[in-house]
């Protein structure tokens, strides 16, 4: 019968999350490498101090790495967009910065 579909809500779960201080505090990255295979994609997040140059070649620190699989790689970009949108939409458009190398493969 037309119109009446049920469109169920996905079920919110509550999610508490635990973390020791050092790791709640973050880290900065300025720089990103993404790599992949067919069960992960491996997120390499990197500091670049401009002022350290080795070989006339900017240096990076490895910061982080986040190892996700596929599907839930997708979901983090879905996320990521979403929120980049609802920033812009308060803050203004981001403007991409392009002092930094092109590190992404």
């Not at 790791?23 to 992960?40: C, D, F, P, Q, W």
């Not at 910061?63 to 203004?92: C, D, T």
Request: aromatic share 6%; charged share 25%.
């Amino acid at each position: 019968m037309a119109g009446t579909e049920k469109h169920e809500q996905p079920l919110q779960q509550q999610l508490s999350v635990q973390s020791d201080p050092q790791t709640a505090a973050g880290v900065y990255s300025n720089l990103m490498m993404i790599n992949h295979r067919k069960e992960e994609f491996i997120l390499d997040f990197l500091f670049v101090q401009p002022q350290h140059l080795a070989n006339d070649q900017a240096m990076a620190s490895l910061r982080s790495r986040v190892i996700a699989s596929p599907e839930h790689l997708k979901r983090i970009a879905r996320a990521l967009e979403a929120n980049i949108v609802k920033y812009e939409q308060k803050f203004g458009l981001i403007e991409e910065s392009d002092d930094l190398p092109k590190a992404l493969h």
